[in-house]
C-alpha cells in the first residue's frame, strides 16, 4: 500500500469514528441525574384559589408555565395537540392548571379507580422527595372528573409494577372546563382545561422527609392522555419532559421524572 492510499484508508477510518461517536451520543439515553433535571419552580401564592377550571385568579399568569413538547403514539395529524401546564402551592394546598386543546373532546369512564387514562385526561405523578423511589402518588383524571388516584409502586414482584388502588384521598377539588362537545365529533371542540387544589393531607406520611415548604424538592412527571375517537381504546401521550423507552415501558418511570421546587 503507498502512503496516499495508507493516508486515505487513515481518514476514512477517522471519519467512521466521528460518524458513530455522534451517532452514539444521539442515541444517548436521557438519563436523570440530581444535577441535570429540569426544574420546574413552583411559586407560592397568597390568594384563594379555586380548583373550577376557569384562570380567574392573577397568581396563575405569575406562575411559570411549560407546554408538553414530548408526544407518543401520535399517527394522524390531530393527535398532536397543545398542552399548557402551570402550578401553584399555599399552606395548604398544591395547584394544578391544565390547558389542554382538543378538537374532539372525548370520554367515558365515570367510576373511582377506573380507567379515565384511555380518556381526554390529565395526569400528574409525584415523588414527595428529590430522588428517585420505587413508589410515586398518581392522580389521572379525565374531564368527567372520573379519578383513578394510585401509589404506583414499581418493581412489586419480578419487575413487574403495580397501582395500589385503595390510596383514595379526601378532599381533593378538581374542576373542569369543556370548550366544545364532548363525545361529539360531528364539529370540531376548542378544548378544555383542568385545575387542581390538593390538600397537603393527600402526601400524609408520603411527606415525612421532604415536607412542602419553600426550598424542598420534590420529583414529578406531568403529562396527558388524548383520545380523539369516540370507540375504542387508541390514544396519544403527551409529557412536560422527555420519557426515554416510552413505547417499551410506559410513563411510570421515575428516573424520567424531573424536580419541582417549591418556592416563595
Ligand atoms: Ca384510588
Ligand atoms: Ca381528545
Given amino acids: 500500500m503507498n502512503s496516499k492510499n495508507l493516508v486515505f484508508k487513515f481518514y476514512k477510518i477517522a471519519l467512521i469514528f466521528c460518524v458513530l461517536v455522534s451517532y452514539i451520543s444521539c442515541k444517548k439515553e436521557y438519563k436523570l441525574s440530581l444535577d441535570d433535571r429540569p426544574l420546574f419552580k413552583v411559586k407560592k401564592t397568597d390568594r384563594a384559589i379555586v380548583a373550577d377550571g376557569k384562570m380567574d385568579e392573577t397568581d396563575w399568569t405569575k406562575s411559570e408555565v411549560r407546554t408538553f413538547d414530548y408526544t407518543y403514539k401520535a399517527e394522524k395529524p390531530d393527535d398532536t395537540q397543545k398542552t399548557t401546564f402551570r402550578m401553584l402551592w399555599?399552606?395548604?394546598?398544591?395547584?394544578?392548571?391544565?390547558?389542554?386543546?382538543?378538537?374532539?373532546?372525548?370520554?367515558?369512564?365515570?367510576?373511582?379507580?377506573?380507567?379515565?387514562?384511555?380518556?381526554?385526561?390529565?395526569?400528574?405523578?409525584?415523588?414527595?422527595?428529590?430522588?428517585?423511589?420505587?413508589?410515586?402518588?398518581?392522580?389521572?383524571?379525565?374531564?368527567?372528573?372520573?379519578?383513578?388516584?394510585?401509589?404506583?409502586?414499581?418493581?412489586?414482584?419480578?419487575?413487574?409494577?403495580?397501582?395500589?388502588?385503595?390510596?383514595?384521598?379526601?378532599?381533593?377539588?378538581?374542576?373542569?372546563?369543556?370548550?366544545?362537545?364532548?363525545?361529539?365529533?360531528?364539529?370540531?371542540?376548542?378544548?378544555?382545561?383542568?385545575?387542581?387544589a390538593i390538600p397537603k393531607e393527600a402526601f400524609l406520611g408520603a411527606d415525612r422527609h421532604y415536607p412542602i415548604k419553600a426550598g424542598t424538592q420534590w420529583a414529578f412527571l406531568a403529562l396527558r392522555q388524548g383520545r380523539n375517537e369516540i370507540e375504542g381504546e387508541r390514544r396519544v401521550t403527551s409529557t412536560i419532559f422527555p420519557v426515554d423507552n416510552f413505547i417499551e415501558k410506559d410513563v411510570h418511570q421515575p428516573n424520567m421524572f424531573g424536580l419541582m421546587e417549591f418556592v416563595k
Fill in 90 to 196: 399555599d399552606d395548604e394546598n398544591l395547584y394544578l392548571f391544565f390547558e389542554c386543546e382538543d378538537k374532539y373532546i372525548t370520554a367515558r369512564e365515570t367510576k373511582r379507580d377506573g380507567m379515565p387514562f384511555y380518556d381526554d385526561c390529565a395526569e400528574i405523578f409525584l415523588t414527595p422527595a428529590p430522588n428517585s423511589s420505587n413508589a410515586h402518588i398518581c392522580f389521572e383524571v379525565n374531564v368527567l372528573k372520573a379519578v383513578n388516584d394510585i401509589v404506583y409502586v414499581n418493581d412489586f414482584t419480578q419487575g413487574l409494577g403495580l397501582p395500589v388502588k385503595g390510596y383514595n384521598p379526601n378532599d381533593v377539588k378538581i374542576g373542569v372546563q369543556i370548550n366544545g362537545t364532548l363525545n361529539d365529533n360531528s364539529d370540531i371542540d376548542k378544548g378544555w382545561t383542568m385545575e387542581f
